[in-house]
């Protein structure tokens, strides 16, 4: 169907469920108890959902997938404009015409799970020498690490080759760091995993990109520990800080504490999965930033700071 007809198609729940896999009865649920459903009814009653109803259960799909409790999914689907729908969905959405990621998403999983490291840091070369960074993490990266998750989740594929396909691209991202490495360290930018989060090819990816536009960066890497970083956050007094979390954060942990505590302007920008939806409010100097994308935390970074205290999802 051409993509200008899509949108003014309304589907029935029994097509939504098997176009997303998500079961009829999940659906009306969602629809009733949270009103995460569809935005108009037939005569008889019946549910027909519009394109950014789907978009609003992929979200909350998404969401619960990761442990959110169904509320606060509801809650943050039900926030988002239509704008902030198709950014968020649209990793999810099949990309076959795309020149970028053509086979390669595929060629990747497959060099991983044959234990394939010179298939793998040939493929990663290749992208990130065709096309630029956010490009090759957007379009290929990350869908393939998101594909391997799956596989890893459903049991196809060990941990084994998550690991080996995460060592591999860690050391192709640590190669553009280190051409690309600025001279200067005028700019202070901390990048650190929260406290016990292993996940950090994000953060390498933020700091290449930081590089390549000749922005120095401390990365601090995975698994930072709330002291470590609360002792680095008041001797060095860092404008800007990334912190990444794809495993779920509490809101009454100690990180918010610290950052409750900090008495010159600092910008924290927050990107990961892991993030609680309520963030406590930050000290008056302190802005909090939400970023969803590589590009999007890479501009935020190198904008110009922002004073006072706010916290923008
Ligand atoms: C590689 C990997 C590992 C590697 C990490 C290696 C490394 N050096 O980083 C290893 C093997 C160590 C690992 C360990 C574990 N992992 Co793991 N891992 C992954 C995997 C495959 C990729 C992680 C990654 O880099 N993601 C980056 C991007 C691709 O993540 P994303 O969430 O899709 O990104 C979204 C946004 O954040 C945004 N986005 C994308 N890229 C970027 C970049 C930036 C800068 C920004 C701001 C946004 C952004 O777009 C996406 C859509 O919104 C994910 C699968 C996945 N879906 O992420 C599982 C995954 C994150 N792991 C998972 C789990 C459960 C674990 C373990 C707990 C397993 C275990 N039992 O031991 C452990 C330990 C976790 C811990 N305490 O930190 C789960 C998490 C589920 C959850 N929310 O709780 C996932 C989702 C797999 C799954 N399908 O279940 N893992």
């Known amino acids: 169907m051409p993509d200008d007809l899509v949108g003014a198609v309304e589907w029935s729940v029994g097509t939504v469920a098997d176009r997303l896999g998500i079961s009829a009865a999940t659906l009306r649920t969602w629809d009733r108890r949270y009103g995460v459903g569809p935005s108009q009814r037939t005569e008889g009653g019946h549910r027909r959902y519009g394109e950014e109803d789907i978009h609003r259960v992929r979200v909350m799909a998404r969401f619960t997938a990761r442990g959110v409790p169904a509320q606060s999914a509801a ?10 729908l198709t950014i968020e969905t ?17 060629a990747i999983c497959s060099a991983a799970l044959s ?16 096309h630029d960074l956010v490009t090759a993490w957007t379009e290929v990266f990350a869908p393939a ?5 799956d596989q890893w989740g459903g049991g ?14 860690a050391t192709e991202l640590r190669t553009v760091i280190r051409l690309n490495r600025p001279r200067t360290t005028d700019t202070f930018v901390v990048l650190a995993c929260a406290d016990e989060e292993q996940h950090h090819l994000p953060l390498l990816a933020v700091e290449a990109e930081l590089a390549r536009h000749g922005v120095a960066a401390l990365g601090l890497g995975a698994r930072v520990p709330t002291e470590a970083l609360e002792h680095l956050l008041m001797a060095r007094r860092p404008s800007r800080i990334f912190l990444w979390a794809s495993i779920a954060r509490q809101v009454d942990e100690r990180l918010w504490q610290v950052l409750a505590a900090v008495r010159w302007p600092l910008d924290v920008v927050l990107g990961g999965p892991g993030w609680p939806v ?3 409010a930050p000290a008056h100097t302190v802005t909090v930033t939400r970023v969803h ?9 190198l904008a110009a700071p922002t004073p006072g205290a706010t916290v923008r999802t």
């Open 115 to 130: 234990l394939d490291a010179e298939s793998l840091s040939r493929i990663y070369q290749r992208c990130l020498r065709e």
């Open 90 to 106: 649209d990793s999810d959405r099949p990309q076959a015409g795309s020149p970028v990621r053509h086979g390669t998403v595929e």
């Open 278 to 280: 309520d963030l406590p």
């Open 156 to 169: 196809s594929l060990g941990v084994e080759c998550e690991h080996l396909a995460s060592e591999v691209l």
């Open 75 to 84: 809650r943050v689907a039900l926030s988002m404009d239509s704008e902030r």
């Open 145 to 149: 690490l998101r594909s391997m998750g």
């Open 293 to 301: 994308t590589l590009e999007g935390a890479t501009e935020t970074l």
